[in-house]
C-alpha cells in the first residue's frame, strides 16, 4: 500500500496547489495555464537537475504471460539519470547519486533534466523535462527572487516572448498569478512599444493578448485609446457581407472558384482582431475612465444589436473596474451594468453583479423579470438570491425585499428551493462583506403617496422576518422598517473543489495497488 499512500500525497499537493490559486490575485483576464516552476517545486518533496546515462530498455517484442493484451508492468521504461544538483530534499535521497525513472523521450546526455519526485520510500519520479542551458541559469535565478511583490514580477518581463517555450510558458504563468496591483507597480519597467508589437503579432494566442492588454492599461496614453477604439469596433458581420456580395457578382462575372472563400477570410482576419476582447474594453476604460463608458454604453449595453460577445466582454470588464480598480465611480458602473439586465442572455449575470455590489434599486424590477420569465430560462434563481441578500439589509429594504421573496415563493416554490440549494454551494454571488451594516433606504421609492420616506422605530425587532412572515408589498407600512432574514450560509468552496479531487486521488491510488499487487 506504499504506492497508494503516495498517489493519496501527490494529488494531495496538487489540490492545494489548485485551492491556493483560487484565492490568488491575479492579471483580470488572463486564464491560468499550467503551474510555474517555482510551484512545481513547492509542490515535490524531491527535485534534482540530472543527466541520462541509460536509455530505457526497449518493450519485449512478444507478448508476456498474461496475453498481448495483458497487463503493463509499471517498471517497464525506467532510464537511469546520474544526479548533477540537488535542489530540494536532499536528506531523502540518502546519498544516491544515480536515479532509475520511467522516461521515454528523446535521449541526450548533453541536456540537464529537471525531475520532480513525491513521496520517501521509494520516491515516485515525474517525467524528467529537459533544459537548455539558458532554462538552468533561469532556474538558479527563481530562487534569489522575492517570494511576490513587483520586484519578483519584473523580473520576468524578459522572459514573456522568450525563444525558449518553457521560459515563456513560466513567465506567463506568472503574471496570471501575480496581483494587479503589482502589473501596475511596475507601469514605468514595461516597453510601451513592445508591447504593441506583441498585440498585433498574429500568431499571438488570446490568454497573451489579454495580458499585454492588462499591461497597457497601467502604461497606455491617451493617443492608445483611439487604436483600441479601432479594434473594438471591428465586426466581421458587416465586412463579410460586403465579401460575400463582392465574391457573389466576380463568380457571376467567371471569376475563379476560389472566390466563396474570401467571406471567411475577411471574417477569420476580424475575429483576430477581437481576440482577447474583454481584456481590450478593459484597458480602454481604464485609460478613459467615465467618457470612455459612456462611449462604451452606447456601443454595446445599450445597443441592442450588439454582438453577444462584446456584451460579455464589456460585463466582465466592468466587474474588473469595479473590483480590481478606482479609476470609474461604483455608482457609475452600476448604471451600466443595470443596462445588461435588457440582454436575456446576460441578465442572470448582472443580478448577481448588483447584489454583489449591493443596488438595490433594482428590486421592483426584478420582481417583475422572475414574474414574466419565460420557462427554462436561468433568470429566477439569480434573482431569489439578489432577494435573499436584500432581506439582510436593515430598515426598509429588507422589508420590501422580505415581501417580495413570500409574494414569488407562492407563484414558484421549486426555483426558490434550486436557488437556496445553489447558493449554500457558492454557486450564486453574494453581497460584500459588512453590507448589511449599510443602510439602502434611499435607493428605493417609498411605495407611500407623499412620497416620504419611512421614519425608524425607537427599537427594532431582534427576530428576523422571514418571507413567510411578510406582507405583501403593497400592504406594507413605513413602520414596519428594521427586519432582516437569516442568510443561507455558503459552504466553503475550497471544501467543494477539495471532495471530488479527493475522492478521485483514492480512485487513483486503489487502482494502480491493485495493478500493483498490493490489495
Not at 377 to 386: L, M, W
Not at 414 to 429: E, I, Q
Not at 464 to 489: F, H, M, N, S
Request: overall charge negative; charged content about 30%.
Amino acid at each position: 500500500m506504499k504506492h497508494t499512500t503516495r498517489l493519496a500525497a501527490a494529488a494531495l499537493k496538487v489540490t492545494v496547489w489548485m485551492l491556493s490559486i483560487h484565492h490568488a490575485g491575479a492579471c483580470p483576464y488572463c486564464t491560468i495555464e499550467s503551474m510555474t516552476l517555482t510551484e512545481e517545486i513547492a509542490s515535490s518533496d524531491v527535485v534534482v537537475l540530472a543527466r541520462l546515462i541509460q536509455e530505457a530498455a526497449p518493450p519485449a517484442d512478444r507478448p508476456d504471460e498474461w496475453g498481448e493484451f495483458g497487463v503493463v508492468d509499471p517498471e517497464t521504461g525506467k532510464a537511469r539519470f546520474r544526479i548533477e544538483r540537488v535542489l530540494l530534499g536532499e536528506p531523502l535521497l540518502r546519498g544516491a547519486e544515480e536515479i532509475e525513472v520511467i522516461f521515454f523521450g528523446e535521449a541526450s546526455t548533453e541536456s540537464q533534466f529537471f525531475i520532480r519526485g513525491v513521496g520517501t520510500e521509494p520516491i515516485d519520479w515525474n517525467v524528467p523535462l529537459a533544459l537548455s542551458d539558458r532554462a538552468v541559469e533561469y532556474l538558479d535565478r527563481l530562487d534569489d527572487l522575492p517570494k511576490e511583490g513587483p520586484d519578483r514580477i519584473a523580473f520576468f518581463l524578459d522572459y514573456l516572448q522568450h525563444d525558449d517555450r518553457l521560459l515563456a510558458q513560466d513567465a506567463y504563468d506568472e503574471f496570471a498569478r501575480a496581483p494587479y496591483a503589482d502589473v501596475q507597480a511596475i507601469a514605468d519597467q514595461i516597453d510601451h512599444d513592445q508591447l504593441w508589437q506583441w498585440i498585433e503579432d498574429r500568431e499571438i494566442s488570446p490568454n497573451r493578448r489579454s495580458l499585454y492588454f492588462t499591461m497597457l492599461g497601467v502604461c497606455g496614453t491617451e493617443e492608445d485609446r483611439h487604436q483600441l477604439r479601432k479594434m473594438m469596433l471591428a465586426d466581421d458581420r458587416v465586412l463579410r457581407s460586403a465579401a460575400e456580395a463582392t465574391a457573389a457578382a466576380a463568380l457571376g462575372l467567371g471569376g475563379a472558384i476560389t472566390l466563396p472563400a474570401m467571406p471567411e477570410m475577411v471574417s477569420m482576419d476580424q475575429r483576430r482582431k477581437q481576440l482577447g476582447f474583454n481584456a481590450m474594453v478593459g484597458c480602454y476604460l481604464k485609460l478613459g475612465g467615465t467618457d470612455a463608458l459612456d462611449e462604451v454604453d452606447q456601443l454595446f449595453l445599450a445597443n441592442p444589436d450588439a454582438h453577444p460577445s462584446k456584451v460579455f466582454g464589456t460585463l466582465i470588464a466592468l466587474r474588473f473596474l469595479a473590483e480590481g480598480t478606482d479609476q470609474v465611480p461604483l455608482d457609475r458602473l452600476i448604471e451600466s451594468m443595470r443596462l445588461v439586465l435588457d440582454k436575456p442572455d446576460f441578465a442572470e449575470q448582472a443580478i448577481t453583479d448588483l447584489a454583489r455590489w449591493q443596488d438595490w434599486s433594482v428590486l421592483d424590477r426584478l420582481v417583475v423579470m422572475f414574474k414574466e420569465a419565460k420557462p427554462k430560462t436561468y433568470v429566477k434563481e439569480p434573482i431569489i438570491a439578489y432577494l435573499d441578500q436584500a432581506t439582510q439589509q436593515p430598515g426598509y429594504i429588507g422589508q420590501r425585499a422580505a415581501a417580495a421573496m413570500a409574494e414569488l415563493e407562492k407563484l414558484d416554490p421549486d426555483a426558490v428551493k434550486r436557488s437556496r440549494s445553489l447558493a449554500a454551494f457558492g454557486f450564486l454571488g453574494r453581497a460584500r462583506a459588512g453590507g448589511a451594516e449599510k443602510s439602502d433606504d434611499k435607493e428605493l421609492d417609498d411605495p407611500k403617496p407623499n412620497g416620504e420616506k419611512p421614519k425608524e422605530e425607537k427599537e427594532s425587532s431582534t427576530e428576523p422576518v422571514g418571507p413567510e412572515d411578510a406582507k405583501p408589498i403593497e400592504e406594507l407600512t413605513a413602520a414596519e422598517t428594521e427586519t432582516a432574514t437569516e442568510p443561507v450560509r455558503p459552504i466553503d468552496m475550497r471544501v467543494v473543489l477539495a471532495t471530488p479531487l479527493l475522492a478521485t486521488a483514492a480512485l487513483m491510488a486503489l487502482v494502480w495497488a491493485v495493478l500493483r499487487g498490493g490489495v
